[in-house]
């Protein structure tokens, strides 16, 4: 019970420090630079791949994942409950399982041809889906009383007003959760990246955990490297994680 949970924390714990001291004295000890460039450790290119993918696929997803529980959660239209059963369904199912499709698809439109499309392709896959995961901030909004939206409209509010200084500020939390899993999900994109693109062209869509994965394996005698990448990597998404839950959470309305 308790105790064997204890123990997989006290295990889950001692494993990251080994693997964040052993990277740390890689660093250290070899005096790695990871900003150097070279064919190994271009590690500035990678980040800033992997940087403008995770942004511009957090904005979208969260801005997708804002619509659709707000018109399942305040609108009433046919088919809504058959919408939110096949939602329900869908997302059982892991979003590799499509992959092939979505290889054809995004070929057959032409956006595997040149590095800037096949940026825009790895964009559009993560966050095309995002809308599917809006079941808990459908939650937020389903608390929020309709009253809440009357008496705004009474007092001469419009409904983009009401929506944007009444309602959205109530369902900060769930933004905040959301734009927070987002991202650190971005940043670890993997399969998607591996699948469509492979790095391709010119490692121009080549983002740091495929990196990193073909830098321990692929690379002999650079296992180390490869851990010294993990753990800077680990630093700085839980770097931006943190700013970007005290960002958000400034902007929640205490109920």
């Not at 995770?54 to 969260?62: K, N």
């Not at 419009?158 to 944007?164: A, G, V």
């Not at 073909?214 to 993990?230: C, H, I, M, N, W």
Request: hydrophobic share 50%; charged share 15%.
């Amino acid at each position: 019970g308790s105790f064997l949970r204890q123990y997989q924390t006290a295990v889950n714990i001692a494993s990251g420090l080994v693997v964040i001291f052993f990277g740390l004295n890689f660093l250290g000890v070899f005096k790695i630079n990871l900003f150097k460039g070279s064919s190994i450790i271009n590690f500035n290119r990678w980040f800033t791949n992997t940087l403008v993918i995770a942004i511009f696929s957090t904005l979208i997803a969260a801005f997708f994942t804002l619509c659709v529980s707000y018109v399942m959660s305040r609108l009433r239209f046919k088919m809504r409950k058959t919408f939110l059963n096949i939602a329900l369904i869908l997302g059982m199912f892991p979003g590799f399982m499509s992959m092939i499709a979505v290889y054809y698809i995004l070929k057959g439109l032409g956006f595997l041809e040149t590095g800037v499309l096949k940026q825009v392709a790895l964009v559009l896959v993560y966050s095309g889906g995002a809308g599917l995961g809006f079941y808990m901030a459908k939650g937020f909004f389903d608390m929020i009383p309709r009253t809440i939206d009357e008496a705004a409209y009474i007092d001469g509010a419009s409904k983009w007003e009401t929506l944007k200084s009444v309602t959205i500020p109530m369902v900060m939390p769930s933004i905040t959760i959301c734009t927070f899993l987002t991202l650190t999900n971005s940043f670890k994109l993997f399969d998607q990246n591996l699948a469509l693109t492979a790095g391709a062209p010119s490692d121009k869509t080549r983002m740091l955990a495929l990196d990193i994965y073909q830098t321990f394996y692929g690379s002999v005698g650079a296992e180390g490297v490869g851990q010294a990448k993990a753990v800077v990597f680990f630093i700085i998404v839980a770097g931006i994680a943190m700013a970007q839950l005290v960002l958000t959470r400034r902007k929640e309305v205490e109920g």
